[in-house]
């Protein structure tokens, strides 16, 4: 929007437990004062001035390249301690929202404008409903002002007004002395305005952080038995007829296909999971889960993962930085570190890839139809070509040849009538 700007604020003096200040705090993963920042991206408010309070300087990571001013003390509305900015701006369009404004969304933000512009308003105020929300929520809502007029309400302010609380009633003052009046963007969301001064607040708004994204999600196909323990991250993008189960948390930027069963007490974060995949109570990190994969339960995908289509991952098996060809079965309780593993491969109970000689981390190479027998331990660096076999219990430590069954254990021996020789049991 190249007639907007922003001006968007930190709540004064406002710290919470670890000396962390509400907008740093996190609704459903996020920053608050990103899920600000993500619905200025998303109405195109590019130019803004961020006004922090004097020791917050971890917000500025949040704040890109765009000005930054330390509030000064009482200067009454924080949009005050901004006024040379504001003298920069022209004839733009300001923007005065609190960074703590979670609800605020582009759809708000582009209509009210589009009201402020149309009836060429001095002010617009943004309101969840009527004239009783109106007057509840007036000291935080965000509000649209024309800079010349902003900028002479803030060289005007009222003194005694240390918090800036009176700000909006003295500017619509000051237009009713003009024979004028404010006009209010009435969004019907009544979220819009809510914001948080404590721990109980915080927990409040997450509570209604949450019930938004799932209502988002039911509207796009996505199905709940019921809410219980899942978290999803606003971002996280779920294909239709896919089904949440309980327990389940899913965050950063991660995709799920259509038609999957995730969970339940399932982890997900930055992945992309195939159509048809089903994740039973496993951990995901930063890999890919092609299509119809079945995993779980009580597995772990370590980051750097690809999982091809068709594979069947079972109980207790963690992958770690590994590409897993298609359909290839991992039944339960095996390690697969830095390995490049191909097509239909098998892999008994028990099996371990050593990749780690206290040094240095090494890769194996597993060709495709590949039968590795219960606890085998292939010791890295290792290929096992096309077709090759290994016997249950061995150990692997140079390259199995294709076609080639592989024996690495001692040999048995039995020893007759040493159990009566030795007592280690009575006999009856």
């Given at each position: 929007m190249q007639n907007a700007a922003?001006?968007?604020?930190?709540?004064?003096?406002?710290?919470?437990?670890?000396?962390?200040?509400?907008?740093?705090?996190?609704?459903?993963?996020?920053?608050v004062i990103e899920w600000v920042n993500k619905a200025l991206d998303a109405a195109g408010i590019e130019e803004r001035c961020y006004v922090i309070n004097e020791g917050e300087d971890a917000i500025k990571k949040?704040?890109?390249?765009?000005?930054?001013?330390?509030?000064?003390?009482?200067?009454?509305?924080?949009?005050?301690?901004?006024?040379?900015?504001?003298?920069?701006?022209?004839?733009?369009?300001?923007?005065?929202?609190?960074?703590?404004?979670?609800?605020?969304?582009?759809?708000?933000?582009?209509?009210?404008?589009?009201?402020h512009e149309?009836?060429?308003?001095?002010?617009?105020?943004?309101?969840?409903?009527?004239?009783?929300?109106?007057?509840?929520?007036?000291?935080?809502?965000?509000?649209?002002?024309?800079?010349?007029?902003?900028?002479?309400?803030?060289?005007?302010?009222?003194?005694?007004d240390k918090n800036g609380e009176q700000f909006l009633v003295g500017a619509m003052k000051m237009l009713s002395d003009e024979k004028l009046v404010a006009a209010t963007h009435v969004t019907g969301k009544k979220?819009?305005?809510?914001?948080?001064?404590?721990?109980?607040?915080?927990?409040?708004?997450?509570?209604?952080?949450?019930?938004?994204?799932?209502?988002?999600?039911?509207?796009?196909?996505?199905?709940?038995?019921?809410?219980?323990?899942?978290?999803?991250?606003?971002?996280?993008?779920?294909?239709?007829?896919?089904?949440?189960?309980?327990?389940?948390?899913?965050?950063?930027?991660?995709?799920?296909?259509?038609?999957?069963?995730?969970?339940?007490?399932?982890?997900?974060?930055d992945s992309k999971i195939g159509d048809d995949t089903e994740v039973n109570s496993t951990q995901i990190r930063s890999s890919v889960l092609e299509k119809n994969v079945k995993i779980g339960p009580f597995s772990q995908v370590r980051p750097g993962c690809v999982i091809r289509e068709g594979c069947k991952i079972g109980d207790y098996v963690e992958i770690k930085n590994s590409d897993v060809g298609a359909r290839t079965a991992v039944a339960h309780l095996t390690y697969i570190g830095d390995a490049d593993v191909g097509e239909a491969v098998n892999f008994g109970c028990g099996c371990c890839i050593a990749n780690y000689d206290g040094q240095h981390k090494h890769r194996t190479k597993i060709g495709n139809h590949a039968?590795?027998?219960?606890?085998?331990?292939?010791?890295?660096?290792?290929?096992?070509?096309?077709?090759?076999?290994?016997?249950?219990?061995?150990?692997?430590?140079?390259n199995v040849p294709e076609y080639a069954l592989a024996i690495g254990r001692a040999k048995q021996e039995n020893i007759e009538g040493w159990v009566k020789k030795h007592d280690a049991i009575k006999i009856k």
């Open positions: 922003a001006i968007v604020y930190t709540a004064c003096c406002d710290i919470m437990h670890n000396n962390s200040p509400l907008a740093l705090r996190e609704v459903v993963f996020r920053p949040y704040t890109g390249e765009n000005e930054v001013v330390i509030r000064k003390s009482e200067s009454g509305h924080p949009a005050c301690s901004a006024l040379e900015w504001i003298e920069k701006q022209g004839e733009k369009n300001i923007l005065v929202i609190s960074a703590e404004a979670v609800f605020t969304d582009a759809d708000a933000l582009e209509a009210s404008l589009k009201r149309d009836q060429n308003e001095k002010l617009t105020v943004i309101v969840s409903g009527g004239r009783e929300a109106f007057m509840k929520e007036l000291s935080a809502s965000a509000f649209w002002a024309k800079a010349e007029f902003l900028k002479t309400v803030c060289e005007n302010w009222d003194e005694n979220e819009i305005n809510m914001r948080a001064s404590d721990g109980a607040g915080l927990l409040t708004i997450n509570a209604a952080a949450r019930t938004s994204v799932f209502k988002k999600l039911c509207n796009e196909g996505v199905e709940f038995m019921c809410l219980d323990g899942i978290i999803i991250e606003p971002d996280v993008k779920i294909g239709e007829g896919t089904m949440i189960l309980p327990g389940t948390i899913i965050k950063g930027n991660t995709e799920i296909g259509k038609n999957c069963v995730i969970g339940p007490n399932s982890y997900i974060e039968f590795l027998g219960c606890n085998t331990n292939l010791v890295a660096p290792v290929e096992l070509e096309d077709f090759a076999y290994t016997a249950a219990g061995t150990t692997v430590t140079k």
